[in-house]
Structures are given as structure tokens and as C-alpha cells.
């Protein structure tokens, strides 16, 4: 399970509306991509979504249930940051594991989470090592690894790979569609990056100044972009 919906939910900070009003569905098992230029509001809808910030006013629900007033924790949904949020002073296996450690779960649970998350990221061998051992990649996988544990419903990815180098962040754009195939959980992803949104999205979202300019597959917005933004953003010669 892991759809979400939206309902004409608004973010404000102080005098200043980030999101005006955004509509969305999200079906479960999808991999939806938001895009959009730096300062749209691509993170602050992530971070609505996952309970981080609360909404202004609007509503969102997960599998039907309204979790507009849940805090993160309720929501069964895992962030995966940046493989800088790593601990750098605990092993791979310490790291995996600690949303669990966090949630009390049994040692023998956990152990059995983090070697099945370590094989699907292919760290096995890798578990004993502290993160300043491992390659960026091997980094970035450990944080997945993190938010693969905790089994959500959903897991929300917010520009994962801006810190990689050019060649590893093509390894992992493929890794991860290749995650979303094996696990088919819904994945939200945000990038600025055109290229990142064509090549893994099953659904786009573009985002411009807080609103949602189209929503459509890579090959609708290609082929049929609602507006010239959409249409530059993406790339189309139409
Ligand atoms: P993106 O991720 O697309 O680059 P953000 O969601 O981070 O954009 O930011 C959208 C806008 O909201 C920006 O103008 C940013 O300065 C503003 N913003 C984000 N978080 C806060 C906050 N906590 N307080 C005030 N303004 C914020
Ligand atoms: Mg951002």
C-alpha cells in the first residue's frame, strides 16, 4: 500500500505562500517524479508529505486515511537523505539499523531487516565498515538501506544524488529504478534535474512557483507540454 492524495493543501511561512494550493494523486506502486527549478517548493511538498512540516491548511491522506495532523512517524513513509546524514563514528550495520534501535525493535528483528535490506543493496560485505570506508555510491546505498528497513509505505527521495559525481549519479539513477522495480513501492523523487525526471519517472510532476504546471508521463510531457514552461523545462521541441 502507498498511495497519497492531496487536497488543495497550502504552505505559508509567515507572510510568504511557498505552495498556493496543490492537487495531486499518487497510486500506489508509482514512481513520481517532481521536477521543477531551485525555490519552487519541490522539498518543502516532500517534507508536507512526510510530515515534517504541517500544511497551512488542505488535507493529505495515505491508503484513504487522513494523516493531515500525523506526525512523521505515523505515516509509514521513509525520507531518504543525502549519504552525508550518515553516522560517521558507527558501522554500516549500526547505521542501517538505527531507525529501528530508535523504534525498540527486537535485536533479532533488526538483524534480520538489515542483512535482507544489505543483500537487496548488495552491502554485505560492507556491514562492518564505518562510512568513510565505502565509495559515494556505497554511501548513498546505506542511506537507502536506512529507510528500506524501516518497510514504508512509500519512500520519499529528496535530491539524493547532488552530491555524487557525474558517472556515479547515472549508477545510481539506475540502481534505484532498479529498487522500485524489485520492491514496486511508491516512490516520490525530487530533482531539478530533466534528465533525472525522463529517464525514472512514471509520472512527473512540474513544479513552478509552488503550483503544478502538468502532471503526465515523460512521453505526455515530451510529447504534449501543457505550456511553454513545461515545454522548455523538459526539453520539447513542441
Ligand atoms: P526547492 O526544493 O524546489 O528548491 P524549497 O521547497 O526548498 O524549494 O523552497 C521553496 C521556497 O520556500 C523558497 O523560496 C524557500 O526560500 C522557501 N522556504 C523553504 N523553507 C522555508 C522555511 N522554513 N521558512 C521560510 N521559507 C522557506
Ligand atoms: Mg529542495
Redesign the pocket.
Known sequence: MGSITLKNVRKA??E?E??PGVDLTIEDGEFVV?V????????????LIAGL?DVTSGGISIDGKDVTDAGPAQRGLAMVFQSYALYPHMSVRKNIAFPLKMAKMSEAEQEKRVSHAAKILNLDSYLDRKPGQLSGGQRQRVAIGRAIVREPSAFLF??PLSNLDAALRVNMRVEISELHNSLKTTMIY?T?DQVEAMTMADKIVV?RA?RVEQVGSPLELYSRPANRFVGGFIGSPN
Open positions: 511561512f509567515g510568504v511557498v505552495i517532481f521543477g527549478p531551485s525555490g519552487c517548493g519541490k522539498s518543502t511538498l516532500l517534507r512540516e529528496d535530491e525530487v531539478h513544479l509552488g
